[in-house]
């Protein structure tokens, strides 16, 4: 078990020093592992020299049989788990960063009342890398928003998160108290780059029927998107969850509000017949509850 898992995460990394960093190993006795396994199948898994890793054809095909042989391994300590204590021990979060930074302020201190012995692991990243991770085994579950395709993945949808139009409170680029998306002058619509789901999420909220109005410059994070609008670059829109956190206090930045249906989904996504999935509900209806707790509301 511990060969095939140094093996797989060879695999995802190709460099033996930041695979053996990740398992948290020495890099001799990483590469001693490796060649271990080597010996013990029979065949060439690494093609090494002192510039890259490349792994063989069949070291592909095996590291691809070694992250399901790990998850079905994972999946019976799992079972095991739920049957003593369910939200207990190691769990692996993956959140995406236009969620992590306004739900987890206000859910984790729940979480860790109600389950003290649960030891959470909280990864930030893409819905794209996440739910590589999470069908790879490498997390057990991810918060995230949809729609979003999902394959071979359970969702449990927590609550909907309606988009707000933000701008700088004195822009003339738009009439912000009767914004209609028509009136969004060439290039004035500020967004995050491509990869992120807040982006594609955010032009399905305003339902633009031409991309003439997308600005050009795309940003990196929520941050920088909001310091763009806050000099009247232009115009975004942005989560609700978002509106009551640090990036906008403090700022020039106002938010209105869209038409009805222009929101998102926040889920919490996991494997199908994850020997964990009542427990991982259990965890769902808590984060729902403390988003509604936040908001001073009954409703969702």
């Not at 959140?95 to 930074?101: C, G, L, N, Q, R």
């Not at 928003?145 to 071979?152: E, F, G, R, V």
Request: charged fraction near 20%; aromatic fraction near 6%; glycine fraction near 6%.
């Amino acid at each position: 078990m511990r060969q095939l898992r140094y093996f797989a995460a060879l695999a995802q990394w190709r460099h033996f020093g930041r695979a053996a960093a990740a398992c948290h190993v020495s890099q001799p006795a990483f590469s001693v592992a490796i060649r271990g396994l080597e010996q013990l199948l029979g065949v060439d898994l690494v093609e090494r020299s002192n510039r890259r890793v490349t792994i063989t054809p069949a070291g592909s095909e095996i590291a691809t049989q070694a992250r399901l042989c790990l998850a079905d391994l994972e999946a019976l300590v799992d079972l095991a788990r739920e049957r003593s204590e369910p939200l207990s021990g190691p769990l692996r979060l993956g959140v995406i960063p236009t969620i992590a930074p306004f739900l987890l302020p206000l859910a984790l201190p729940k979480i860790r009342h109600r389950y003290p012995q649960l030891q959470l692991y909280i990864r930030e990243g893409l819905t794209s890398a996440l739910l590589a991770d999470l069908a790879d085994g490498r997390l057990d579950l991810a918060l995230l928003a949809l729609p979003y395709p999902l394959q071979h993945m359970e969702a449990m949808p927590l609550f909907r998160d309606r988009f707000l139009l933000a701008a700088r409170r004195d822009t003339t680029l738009v009439d912000p108290r009767h914004f209609t998306p028509g009136q969004l002058p060439a290039g004035s619509l500020l967004l995050l780059e491509e990869g992120h789901c807040l982006r594609e999420h955010a032009l399905a909220a305003c339902r633009l029927r031409h991309r003439r109005a997308v600005s050009q410059f795309a940003a990196s994070s929520l941050h920088t998107l909001l310091e763009m609008v806050a000099g009247d670059l232009g115009v975004t829109f942005v989560p609700e969850m978002a509106r009551n956190s640090g990036l906008l206090r403090h700022t020039q930045i106002r938010t209105w509000p869209l038409r009805e249906g222009s929101a998102r989904e926040i889920a919490l996504v996991w494997r199908q017949r994850s020997a964990r999935g009542a427990a991982f509900r259990e965890l769902g209806a808590l984060i729902r509850s403390a988003r509604r707790a936040a908001r001073g509301s009954p409703a969702a």
